[in-house]
């Protein structure tokens, strides 16, 4: 257990091209957001979701953007509000769509923090910066990036950020296959992941 880091699985996004809302989806007897928050609480000790405005079928806590059409940066921002308030020093930002995230992976990313505000993975030459930590000194340059009239994205946040970026390469140890970065965009995204569900 991640003692002082809580977890925030992102489901704010509005799921075009898919054509449906991607944490109800369903990959065996789970929703994508129950796998992957499953997967999360054997991490961390607290698990928010976080919203564009409030769900009433999710059970667990849920923190709502406060800047509109913002996308998964307001989202961080909101997580990073809260973990301010409760007095915890990292949050883990991951995507609802990414069932098969590892703990050993996140475990791994988790003993890169020191020196840094943020441990992001890179997986097929791409940052992945909805699998990745963010210390609570992310939240003023997040805000101010919100607050401003450039572009408000977590590629512009990065920037701004100092960054340990983690290669695959030493990834691999923790999730030989990386099969942690799988995300479920399109519906055959989906079918792809049930067949990896079925049949390993």
Not at 54 to 76: E, M, T, W
Not at 91 to 107: G, H, N, R, W, Y
Request: aromatic share 6%.
């Amino acid at each position: 257990m991640i003692e002082d880091c809580l977890a925030i699985v992102m489901a704010g996004g509005q799921s075009r091209r898919m054509g449906h809302d991607k944490a109800a989806l369903l990959i065996g007897e789970q929703t994508l957001l129950q796998r992957v928050a499953g997967t999360m609480q054997q991490v961390f000790p607290q698990v928010l979701v976080s919203v564009r405005e409030p769900r009433s079928k999710i059970r667990l806590p849920q923190v709502c953007d406060a800047y509109p059409d913002a996308g998964p940066l307001a989202g961080l921002c909101a997580g990073l509000v809260h973990a301010t308030q409760v007095d915890t020093p990292w949050v883990f930002a991951v995507a609802t769509d990414m069932p098969f995230v590892k703990p050993a992976l996140i475990e791994y990313l988790a003993q890169r923090r020191s020196g840094y505000q943020a441990v992001v993975p890179v997986a097929q030459g791409h940052p992945q910066p909805l699998a990745a930590f963010y210390s609570a000194s992310c939240l003023a340059p997040i805000q101010a990036i919100l607050q401003g009239n450039g572009k408000r994205s977590l590629r512009a946040a990065l920037e701004q950020l100092k960054v340990c970026y983690v290669d695959e390469s030493e990834l691999l140890g923790s999730d030989d296959d990386l099969r942690s970065f799988m995300d479920i965009d399109t519906p055959q995204d989906l079918t792809a992941a049930m067949k990896y569900e079925e049949f390993g």
